[in-house]
């Protein structure tokens, strides 16, 4: 009897870490389903603000090369204009200084 005892006791610890592992399960799922609604709305916002400024006269391809550049360290943007810089002077697209 002792023996049915604790095996009762290990099927309902079992249970409840079972339990809580299929609730922390459901809670990061509702967490990520929450983030993607989010970040979805985000990218409406930014879609909605390219657009005014495409109504407002600016070039949205060269606005959006800006913010990619913004993101770089200086360093780096140095290095890849530098980089970018040699391929044109190699391919005679650049006007010599």
């Not at 290990?10 to 809580?20: D, L, S």
């Not at 399960?25 to 979805?40: N, T």
């Not at 409406?44 to 391809?61: C, H, L, P, Q, W």
């Amino acid at each position: 009897m002792a023996s049915s005892a604790a095996a009762e006791k290990e099927q309902g610890t079992e249970a409840v870490n079972t339990r809580f592992a299929k609730d922390q399960l459901k809670a990061f799922v509702e967490r990520i389903e929450r983030l993607e609604e989010e970040k979805k709305a985000i990218a409406d916002d930014i879609r909605d603000v390219y657009a005014e400024s495409k109504a407002n006269g600016f070039d949205v391809k060269a606005l959006r090369e800006v913010v990619r550049l913004r993101k770089q360290e200086p360093t780096e943007r140095n290095e890849h204009q530098m980089i970018l810089d040699t391929y044109l002077n190699a391919l005679g697209m650049l006007a010599a200084a």
